[in-house]
């Protein structure tokens, strides 16, 4: 109980530090990120793969609209989980800096410049008085130079590159299959299907392709592609009847 | 009681994140949502329907001021509910937001487009300091580029998609009664209908033509239109006798 | 008790929602208007009616200085209840919108229009931390486009529609007796009769002409007017020896 | 108990609005009013008389200094109660308004148009965070288009206008004095005899001319003038054995 | 104890009222004052004495880096008790406002003016937020258009005018010695006497010259200057064994 | 336990001093610095090693996006340990100065300048209301005209040269260990050996050469390099199989 | 432990006074001062010496970047005990401030002026809200005008002048050794060599020439100087085996 209240002295207010250097507001708002559906990203030798649950709380809800992946630029496609308003201004700033880049340089922006652009605005909330931090994780998944690049950013502002990475609620089941069947030489296809197997760990169940959003920027046309739902079918199809899986 | 004076310690002053990742000053202005009078919302193939109770303290106020549904643009209307002051001043964001566009474009601004400068205006409100949440939900109505579209905002600044939906007080009575009678073929007059009796279901009872605000915004004309007292009870009629409803 | 404390901790310092959500200080700035002298309005097919109590706290106090009446702009008036100095600061600011409207377009503003210039006002001070809700309630009367509109604003910053409405203390008696005694086709002597009648529910006594300030402004000329005591004594008079009450 | 508790719940930080409706930082004001010595003022169809008790702490403080009577404006006098310091600052806030009434339109400004700057400057400091109200009532008085005048303000901003009134500690005893002993026909002298008397009430002993400030302000001259001893030990002699003091 | 609960409760953070309209800061300020060795103000035909106990917390401290009297203009001085780091700023606005004038108007300050600049600055820290109240008293002193002039600023902004005042610790004691030794025609040398036989009073012991700052500012040239030690020996010494003191 | 609840009466909020003058929030920013992984600066007579242990939480993770070791200017390299965003926005600032140096005066910044910029950054977020501190220790190393130069800054804004230090966690182990094999006449690579060795120390076994990022600035180009894993493998073996150590 | 409740109630957040006039936050930053090593300053004929303890919490730091005596500006030197970060911030404003002086008036800056920016500065940080005072004392020590000047600076934002003052840890034992031991007629080495006596005074033991960091600005040249490691052990053999020092 001494424990608690202690704890309860320090995750009020702004973000100060617990006697014990930590940062309460930023762990509770990675709690906002658990609290989201979880969203999953990974590298392919020739692309990159952004996938996401998405759930409707009614049949009457437009499913289109949980928008989960966002183009943030040509050549960039972002992953969120975890507060959805959060999330949209994040994704937002992404895309004005993206534009910025263009503009004024007439070149599309790296995969970790804009990362980075973000992480220091996430930064900036952790410090400053008179906000909170913002409630969401990202994914920021592009071609940099023609080289397949997958990025996180996290409440702390911190940001980490992945070969594989999952974020939102069961991160860490999706995660840990993913570190089971991620593989190098995965092809984009292959990526998605150890995507959507990934997602469909928590629940021991295939997804089904409607209640997935996912994405691509291959290396071929550097472009983000949202999949077609007949193509998510035929590959959902692969994972519960494997037969040639080894070889795509 | 130990859960309680936990969640007394998150939910006042500035909106911060609980330790569980949730923001307590939002949840409560969804609250101040549910404290307001029902609003209706659907989407027919040529049109959008917005729907609203309207109660009166006093048969000596004019029911017309009980203002619960809003037009925005020539072809986009807004239903409310909750604190009917921050409606106003989103619904006076929206105006201006749609005049803007007209007079930097010269084109009628996008429903999608609106209902985002709407939820950016809101989220600011959760996230930065020495304000409190917007305690109220809306439904945006009109037409896009030929197609009725409907979305809807809440207090954390997310916007949802929508075939029908419910806002305000009773709304999960209203939005099961929306579930089962929504279909896909209905007309505007059929939306009418099925948004009236979807507001008639908590009461279990038909509602008055006169303590309902209607509005539609159609394909044909891409205009907002409220929708005369007479055409209502004739609809309101077919209610509690239907003939040939399924038909129509 | 627990209900009490409850209350206690969501009604401070700024505007918050409380885990009902409810905003308590824009509640207790009601109380503010219920601690005021009662005023009336009432709307005719000829004018609108404007009639408050004045209390003085010494025979020594010029009656004319309690001032609950006040010209807002040439064709409208304003009544009010409440914190006396934050009435003034709100009809201060309806006499600058007033102004202004004349010096940038040349006409006379609409009564909705003013009412919604101070209602916005007054919203903003129940959101923005720093401040408090203002403790008043108005009635703006006032002839649009040759008819006669009555309005009232409330601390949250809603606007209602009147035929006959009364603020301040004793509010619920005084409306009832409005409720019961507004007919239609009052005309504006008629109206006067009534008001100063409702206002003499409470007491049970027929107010006196000194204790009540009642102005008019007519479609005839669309000007605000004081009403002399001698002509509220002749309805006084009226009301204590009713004869042709029903015809006028 | 449970009322006092209540209570300081309420009356901390800045003004906000109790459960009631009140607002305890300016009825605590109004007790610094209180703790100040008592000024009057009063109206005669020939002038106005503004006197204030003065203590000194000491025989070797300079009496004049101790100011509770300030000249605003050629034709205005402000007499104060309460916090001296924040007297002089409202008193100051009078002259540069007055003057700059003088500088822009070449007029000399009207007693009330004063009074209303003043108290529009006091209800600030009631609504506005990071400030505290101001602790002292005025009494402003002077020649309006050739007509003597009286104002009050207090410290929630409200001005009243008065034939007569006290300010300040024993108000209550001194304002009956006041009502028992006001007449409409006072010439300034017997004004100045009606003061002094009133100021002598709660100690049941007429002061002495030199524990007095008193200024008139005259129709004839339209001028502030300070009254010299002399004249008021011969009026106060008036009032310790009355002679013809009703014909005058 | 419930008193002193009270007490506390209004007497942190910012000045606000207490419910009795008492400022605790500010007489929290006052005890600052008192904390601070004496100084002793006195004015006589023909100039200002300014007079102030030193002490020093080591022998090796610079006895006169304790500044207790400023030369604020040319013909005005200042005496300080208190907060010394406070006493600096208030001197040295005066001393920018005097020179201000100078600048502007070609003339020196009059020392009611400069005094009322002082008292307004001190004023402003007792009401807008965010800051604390001065913590120092001051004695103002020089000539005024050939006459000597003698004031004294108090934590609240108030200034009084005196013939001759003491501020700091042991106040009331030295104040008593000044009412029982003051004369109106003291000359200089006897002010000066005067006043540091009440700076003596407390300790009942004559000072050391080395243990006082005294200035004077004379009608004859108008000019600040401190008083050698060795005058103030032979007035010492005068005071220990008085001969014509009845004369001089 | 009275301990321990007067400490927590001073380390919430904004930076202030506890009673026995200690800043709590810098020395709880010094806990988050404890809290990352440990990195290791030293300087040899022809330059300085930076190493630096890096973790990550999953094998799909880039090791490389774990950055520790900066490159801040062509000549200065920076290790950190701590709050990983904080890291970067110092190190952003570093970046910014020194290409300001160069912009501005055309030469690089010295490595003390910069070390002192950084630390004066930190140190305002000590002293200033509404932030935080930084969580955040940085060793910054470089060559300033010719010599090798070490300094580390700390939380509290303090900058210290070294030798060779420790930050992070395990920094008294690790520190301890360098105390005891630092020689003035290593040469770069015994520097590495000795870096390695002493993040091997509280693990009390040789680290991964890919566990580990190491980067040297030597007095022969006076340019950052990483060095390479196979070079750090070369050394680590040396490490467990030592032959002629004493000799280089 | 009434009297310690009462304290803590005043002794938090912005500097306010508690009720017996003290400002509790500038207290506890003195306690900041004597948590640092002691630093000493004295004045001869010819010269003013500053001297200081350094310590190195690791034989790996170099004892040179611990600065307690920095150089303000050619003629000027400022000798620190305290928070190190605060004073190198005091440390930086009297350089810029010295500088300004010489860039706007081509003149050395006067040793108390310069120290009375300083002390403004300091003031400034106790008395407006959001910041906490300085931690540190100064000993500012140069020559003005061919005269050795000595002056210490306290939290509070006092200055006191010295002949010899001690400030940081042991300071009353330190102190009390310069009072015993300083005669006006040493010169500037047998000042070094009180100095260092003095501190050495706590331990009861002869510091090292290498623990301890000791600067002079003589008349002869008014500059500052280091003194030399050398110099300073031929001072130390002259305190452990004293031999001609009273001629000296």
Redesign the interface.
């Known amino acids: 109980m001494q424990g608690q209240s202690?704890?309860?002295?320090?995750?009020?207010?702004?973000?100060?530090?617990?006697?014990?250097?930590?940062?309460?507001?930023v762990e509770?708002?990675?709690?906002?990120?658990?609290?989201g559906t979880a969203s999953v990203g990974l590298r392919t030798p020739d692309g990159v793969v952004l996938a996401a649950n998405r759930q409707v709380s009614?049949?009457?809800?437009?499913r289109?609209?949980?928008e989960k992946i966002h183009k943030a630029d040509e050549h960039i496609g972002v992953a969120s989980a975890g507060?959805?308003?959060?999330a949209?201004?994040l994704v937002?700033l992404a895309r004005r800096r993206a534009q910025g880049e263009q503009l004024r340089y007439g070149q599309q922006i790296g995969v970790e410049t804009l990362t980075?652009a973000v992480?220091?605005h996430?930064?900036e909330?952790?410090?400053?008085?008179?906000?909170?931090?913002?409630?969401v994780a990202l994914l920021v998944g592009g071609i940099d130079a023609g080289e397949p690049k997958l990025?996180e950013t996290d409440p702390?502002?911190?940001?980490?590159?992945?070969?594989?990475?999952a974020i939102g609620g069961d991160r860490d089941t999706i995660?840990g299959h993913?570190?089971e069947n991620?593989r190098d030489d995965l092809d984009v296809d292959g990526g998605i299907e150890v995507a959507l197997s990934a997602l469909s760990a928590p629940e021991d169940e295939v997804v089904d392709a409607e209640d997935v959003d996912v994405a691509t920027i291959t290396t071929e046309d550097e472009s983000f592609h949202s999949v077609e739902t007949d193509h998510l079918e035929s590959i959902i199809a692969e994972i519960d009847h494997p037969e040639e899986e080894t070889d795509e």
Chains 1, 2, 3, 4, 5, 6, 7 share one sequence.
Not at 156 to 165: N, P, V
């Open positions: 202690n704890q309860q002295a320090y995750d009020r207010g702004i973000t100060i530090f617990s006697p014990d250097g930590r940062l309460y507001q509770y708002a990675r709690e906002a990120v658990k609290r009614s049949p009457l809800m437009e289109e609209s949980v507060h959805v308003a959060d949209r201004q937002d980075r992480t220091d996430i930064q909330y952790t410090q400053t008085g008179g906000a909170r931090p913002f409630g990025f702390s502002g911190t940001d980490y590159e992945w070969k594989a990475a995660q993913l570190e991620y």
